[in-house]
């Protein structure tokens, strides 16, 4: 069945074109059409989908987020123990007991007697922030403030051991039941030793003779 007839009148109107199309014509056209517009679709994947994370080599935990080998954001693994030929030495007091520590603990040790007094020895690699920070620190640990370094200077005494000079500080806290502080810092191969003698008031006092005697006897290995 022919379609409408669509007449083109020319500039001077003398002839017409006549055009006639088929129905079947013109289906078949637009099938090619939508046939060709189907082949050129892509096929996209969705933009949220997450990759698939790589297996992780054998042998080896696999990555955990957050901190580097699965350890959370701000936490740092402690130093290494120093080698034995780079580690303190010293002679034990009397009835006092020694035990390993682990991580920056170096090693505990623990005077007789009743009440709280405890030895911690510490070693840090580097300057580990410098003496007046560290020192100030311990000063707020027990509750007391802060000092310049003009005041800390009058405030340090120096031992003498054969693995060098100790800076040793002794701080006692106020109130009723007062703590104390005797520390000494010492610097070897690139580390920094703390060795700290905290407690009641009463029992560190007790036991500062022997301790002083502990950092006299001091030496590398």
Known sequence: MPIKTILHPSREGASTLRLRLSVPALAAGMMFMLGCGRDQVSHATPANTAPVPAPAPQGMPPAMPGGMGGMPEGQLPPPPRPSASGSLKWAVPK??????????????????GPGKAE?????????????????????????????????LAGLRKPVKSKAGTVSVYDFTSEGSAPSRMISGLISINGSTWFLKLTGEAGPVGKAKPEFMRFLESLHLD
Do not use: C, K, Y
Not at 95 to 112: D, I, N, Y
């Open 95 to 112: 009835g006092w007991t020694e035990t390993q520590g682990s991580g920056m603990r170096f090693a505990t040790l623990t005077p007789p």
């Open 119 to 151: 030895l911690a020895v510490v070693v840090l690699p580097g300057a580990a922030g410098g003496e007046p920070a560290n020192v100030n620190r311990w000063r707020g640990q027990i509750g007391l403030a802060p000092l310049d370094d003009n005041a």
